[in-house]
């Protein structure tokens, strides 16, 4: 049985996930829980080597639907590996990424489709859907900003894609928050430091009281 609570964050590219995360686990540790922070493909060398192949910048002639069945396979072996044996635990698992980044990206911006998408990745993850999702939302121009302020991160091949892309990854992440009213919450990500912090803290906690009655 699952004792855990599984959160995911999601948005576009320059949302301030990675950073927010760091913030948000301390901040649960520090009230006393126990939280795993993840990331796909989560340090887990099956899927870091998977990783590499999609990510690759010469890999030009890739699929896309090979490229939705490698993050479905990564995606697979972290869940198995990493987040199961946390949830198990009963701990708070935080992970940056999962399988709406595939029907953002995969099904909706490069048109294989959110149904089509979904499909294999019910497959890979088995039934075991976030509690929680909080989508980080940002304009692509603002986000895009971010990045390039940041010259010093690694530039991946998705990073390349034109601001239409992105702008499609927005629209939709933001039909899913509708799809999944229960599951998704948005977060305004252009806002402050200090208030993204604030709201994310307050869906968690409000999760966590809720599975507590
Ligand atoms: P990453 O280095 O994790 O960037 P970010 O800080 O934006 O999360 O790069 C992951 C890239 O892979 C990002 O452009 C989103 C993309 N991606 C997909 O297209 N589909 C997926 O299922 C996942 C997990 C990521």
């Known amino acids: ?30 009230e006393g829980f126990r939280v795993t922070g993840t990331r796909e493909p989560g340090g887990i ?10 990510l690759n910048k010469e890999n030009t002639e890739m699929d896309g639907r090979t490229e939705a069945l490698l993050y479905a396979a990564a995606r697979r072996q972290h869940l198995v590996e990493k987040v199961m ?11 940056d990424r999962f399988i709406d980044s595939s029907l953002a990206y995969q099904g909706y911006a490069r048109g294989l489709g959110i149904e089509e ?12 859907m976030p509690d929680l999702t909080l989508l980080f ?35 939709a992440y933001l039909l899913l928050s509708e799809r999944f009213p229960d599951r998704i919450v948005k977060v305004n990500a252009e806002a402050s430091v200090e208030e993204v912090f604030h709201q994310s803290m307050t869906y968690i906690l409000e999760r966590i009281r809720a599975t507590e009655q």
């Open 1 to 30: 049985m699952r004792k855990g609570l599984f959160i995911t964050v999601e948005g576009p590219e320059g949302a301030g996930k990675s950073s927010m995360m760091q913030r948000l686990i301390q901040q649960l540790e520090e």
């Open 45 to 54: 060398s099956i899927s870091e080597q998977i990783r590499e192949v999609i």
């Open 85 to 95: 044996p946390a949830l198990l635990r009963g701990d708070i698992v935080l992970c």
């Open 117 to 128: 998408v979904f499909e294999i990745n019910r497959f890979a993850v088995d039934d075991v």
């Open 137 to 171: 939302d940002v304009r692509p121009e603002v986000g895009l900003a971010r990045i390039n302020a940041h010259v010093e991160r690694e530039v991946n091949r998705l990073d390349l894609e034109s601001i239409h892309f992105h702008e499609k990854v927005r629209e």
